[in-house]
């Protein structure tokens, strides 16, 4: 299990916004446990901090945009796409307007600013929603589309489509975030000549040049609109006659406005708030679609919060039956863990089957046999001496004792046929003996029992 990161130490990039034309300054800082992505408007009175999540987005219209109340902070998708690849969980921006600085229309400069200050792991466990089931939002209205299917990696591929002779139709792939620095990071968001004037009306792309995006121009227009056009943005006049790409450094890749697109999607992703494991499939997407797909997502995970952990049975236990009887006390008919699945430095799952043949079926209900919930807590309580016994160095020798059991739940029976999945993570690190722990216990992805112990570990009189 990963633990979280921020950034070592604080950086700060200047430059100007995109639609706004201000020259702006944000800095990166480091940020404790659990804090997530937050931006802060330092040049307002009350420095006012916006969560960066995708439901507080109020506006996607060429740019992600953050709100709260009045407040707003626009273009973040590439500081949040840079913070997401380079591993990031919990950072506080402070920016000195509305908008991030565009810098050369990409990515780079923020990736190459974190890796420049570096990442430091932190003591929280880093919280990834696995994906296990095809999931699909479609926008009707435009035919975009994005779909995220279970993968071991997070990994993206994005298809755009356009009316254009130039981009008609292309497509850009990245497999793991281990690509990003150098195929996705260094792509430039573009524009098409016919937008222009539209954005310009809109009060947008004030700071727009030929040095920060990517100019698509593929539909003539005279010359008189286009040297206009050109004056408006304070870019050399071009030949209206010459079509093709205007801007002044060329393109990175044939294919860069898809990577782009890509990187947006990643910069979209990050305001979901946890990190993601699937393979995302993007069909004409854009900011908008990208902020309606995660906060889908978000949903799901607050309705699926704690995930089952992965269980294949035909995998090699870390600890088999035999293994569990050199440590734990307990004999039939009381001990009530099967093998030992997965085990870190503070975590454990475990795994117990559940017989028609156990004995307290006799008497729990003859007629409806139901797993007694305290047999189910005591299962749990196994699992976590376990988890306990295996930080000494002989652990045949201790033994441990319950002290609390908090805050039980149970969610569902337990029934014959069961399989019980068990996962139990140390609250806080163990100290003089003492080890408190959170537990879930699972069957297939639904949970079935929680509870919180608090247990101690102690040397075996001997005999």
Same mark, same amino acid.
């Given at each position: 299990m990963l633990k979280q990161k921020t950034i070592k130490e604080s950086f700060t990039l200047s430059g100007k916004g995109l639609h706004t034309g201000l020259n702006l300054t944000v800095t990166f800082n480091p940020a404790p446990t659990g804090h997530g992505y937050k931006i802060q408007r330092v040049d307002l009175p009350e420095q006012p901090v916006i969560d960066a999540n995708a439901d507080n987005v109020v506006e996607t219209t060429r740019g992600t945009v953050v709100g709260k109340g009045e407040v707003k902070v626009s273009t973040i998708e590439h500081a949040m796409a840079a913070l997401y690849a380079a591993d990031v969980d919990n950072c506080l921006i402070q920016v000195n307007g509305p908008e991030f600085p565009i810098l050369d229309g990409s990515a780079i400069d923020y990736y190459d600013e974190v890796m420049r200050v570096g990442v430091a792991d932190q003591e929280a466990i880093r919280d990834v929603y696995v994906i296990k089931h095809k999931s699909e939002f479609v926008d009707e209205e435009t035919g975009a589309s994005i779909t995220i299917l279970p993968d071991e990696n997070f990994s993206i591929i994005t298809m755009l489509e356009f009316d254009s002779h130039y981009i008609p139709n292309q497509y850009a792939t990245m497999g793991s975030l281990s690509e990003f620095a150098t195929e996705i990071a260094p792509s430039r968001t573009f524009v098409f000549v016919r937008e222009v004037e539209p954005l310009l009306s809109a009060g947008l792309i004030k700071g727009g040049d030929l040095n920060n995006a990517i100019v698509i121009y593929e539909r003539k227009i005279t010359q008189d609109k286009l040297d206009?056009?050109?004056? *408006?943005?304070?870019? !050399?006049?071009?030949?209206?006659?010459?079509?093709?790409?205007?801007?002044n450094k060329p393109l990175v890749w044939d294919n860069e406005p898809a990577r782009h697109k890509?990187?947006?999607?990643?910069?979209?992703?990050?305001? /979901?708030?946890?990190?993601?494991?699937?393979?995302?499939?993007?069909? =004409?997407?854009?900011?908008?679609?990208?902020?309606?797909?995660?906060?889908?997502?978000?949903?799901? /995970?607050?309705?699926?919060?704690?995930?089952?952990?992965?269980?294949?049975?035909?995998?090699?236990? +870390?600890?088999? +039956?035999?293994?569990?009887?050199?440590?734990?006390?307990?004999?039939?008919? $009381?001990?009530?863990?099967? =093998?030992?699945?997965?085990?870190?430095?503070?975590?454990?799952?475990?795994?117990?089957?559940?017989?028609?043949?156990?004995?307290? $079926?006799?008497?729990?209900?003859?007629?409806?046999?139901?797993?007694?919930?305290?047999?189910?807590?005591? *299962?749990? *309580?196994?699992?976590?001496?376990?988890?306990?016994?295996?930080?000494?160095?002989? !652990?045949?020798?201790?033994?441990?004792?319950?002290?609390?059991?908090? *805050? +039980?739940?149970?969610?569902?029976?337990? +029934? !014959?046929?069961?399989?019980?999945?068990?996962?139990?993570?140390? /609250?806080?690190?163990?100290?003089?003996?003492?080890?408190?722990?959170?537990?879930y216990a699972f069957v297939g992805e639904k949970m079935v029992c929680e509870a919180q112990f608090m247990a101690q570990i102690a040397k075996n009189k001997q005999q």
């Open positions: 206009k056009l050109a004056d *408006a943005l304070s870019v !050399p006049h071009k030949d209206a006659n010459v079509l093709g790409y205007l801007n890509l990187l947006d999607i990643i910069g979209d992703i990050a305001l /979901i708030g946890k990190r993601i494991q699937g393979r995302i499939i993007a069909r =004409k997407p854009g900011h908008k679609i990208n902020n309606k797909f995660a906060r889908q997502l978000r949903k799901e /995970i607050r309705q699926h919060e704690i995930q089952a952990p992965a269980y294949d049975c035909n995998e090699t236990p +870390v600890m088999d +039956v035999n293994r569990i009887r050199e440590l734990l006390p307990h004999r039939y008919p $009381f001990l009530l863990v099967d =093998k030992i699945i997965e085990i870190g430095s503070n975590y454990i799952v475990g795994v117990k089957n559940v017989s028609g043949n156990e004995p307290f $079926f006799q008497g729990h209900f003859p007629k409806e046999p139901v797993m007694p919930g305290v047999l189910q807590v005591e *299962a749990m *309580a196994q699992v976590g001496g376990l988890l306990v016994l295996n930080s000494v160095e002989d !652990p045949q020798n201790y033994s441990t004792y319950f002290m609390k059991i908090d *805050a +039980v739940k149970f969610r569902q029976k337990v +029934v !014959p046929g069961d399989t019980l999945v068990f996962k139990l993570e140390l /609250i806080s690190p163990i100290r003089r003996g003492i080890a408190t722990m959170q537990g």
